[in-house]
């Protein structure tokens, strides 16, 4: 039972700042890679940032590198998308998936895909 869950979405103007959470149910968060991914309508999944099972290492997709940091800690079995400079083209839903091992969020996670959280951005 992989269970993950999203919160923090929210309306913010351009410029603004919004912090994601994404916390772990029924179980320990430190034998996985964490991935935060978003959608928005008409459009293909994205894949936003990952980051390594201790957190020591993260990437980011090209659209929110300098923008957007991902952390994660793994005693509150919590994982955060800090993000900042927000765009209107950050507008989505954002969802945290699960993969395991030496897996960097690419191809299908681990569970299924929860609701996700809604960031939109606008004037």
């Known amino acids: 039972q992989l269970q993950l869950v999203e919160s923090g979405g929210g309306l913010v103007q351009p410029g603004g700042s919004l912090r994601l959470s994404c916390a772990a149910s029924?179980?320990?968060?430190?034998?996985?890679?964490i991935g935060w991914f978003r959608q928005a309508p008409g459009k293909e999944r994205e894949r936003v940032s990952c980051?390594?099972?201790?957190?020591?290492?993260?990437n980011y997709a090209d659209s929110v590198k300098g923008r957007f940091t991902i952390s994660r800690d793994n005693a509150k079995k919590m994982v955060y998308l800090q993000m900042n400079s927000l765009k209107p083209e950050d507008t989505a839903v954002y969802y945290c998936a699960l993969f395991r091992g030496y897996n960097p969020c690419f191809g299908v996670p681990l569970g299924s895909w929860g609701q996700g959280t809604q960031v939109t951005v606008s004037s």
């Open positions: 029924g179980f320990t968060l430190d034998g996985y890679f």
């Open positions: 980051i390594s099972t201790s957190g020591s290492s993260t």
